[in-house]
Nanobody, 125 residues
Framework: QVQLVESGGGLVQAGDSLRLSCAAS??????????TAWFRQAPGKEREFAAA????????VYADPVKGRFTISRDNAKNTVYLQMNSLKPEDTAVYYC????????????????WGQGTQVTVSS
């Protein structure tokens, strides 16, 4: 099993920045996890893809609403993935989830078998 714990959420104003962290423990990440991603779920909406990064750190992908404002990165030595969020907007308000899988469609909620409990991000206007 792989355990994921998110941190770094909070209440900020529009235009501010936040950095989320996802710390993994359990099975050796490099052996079992191909991709780690961030998803988000706003009240009353479905969970949606935000960004993903493979173990190698190449072929990073972003959803269009966050492209150019969010940056996903990883520190394999610390088994931690980060999401730097800049120029935050009220529509970024959501619970942000870290997810990991050993393979599959990186954009699909259903392809991820490991999930954190989420961290709330609230952006006021």
């Amino acid at each position: 099993q792989v355990q994921l714990v998110e941190s770094g959420g909070g209440l900020v104003q529009a235009g501010d920045s936040l950095r989320l962290s996802c710390a993994a423990s359990g099975r050796p990440f490099s052996r079992y996890i191909a991709t780690t991603a961030w998803f988000r779920q706003a009240p009353g909406k479905e969970r949606e893809f935000a960004a993903a990064i493979p173990w190698t750190g190449t072929n990073i992908v972003y959803a269009d609403p966050v492209k150019g404002r969010f940056t996903i990165s990883r520190d394999n030595a610390k088994n931690t993935v980060y999401l730097q969020m800049n120029s935050l907007k009220p529509e970024d308000t959501a619970v942000y989830y870290c997810a990991a899988h050993s393979g599959g469609n990186v954009y699909s909620v259903g392809s991820y078998n490991y999930w954190g409990q989420g961290t709330q991000v609230t952006v006021s206007s």
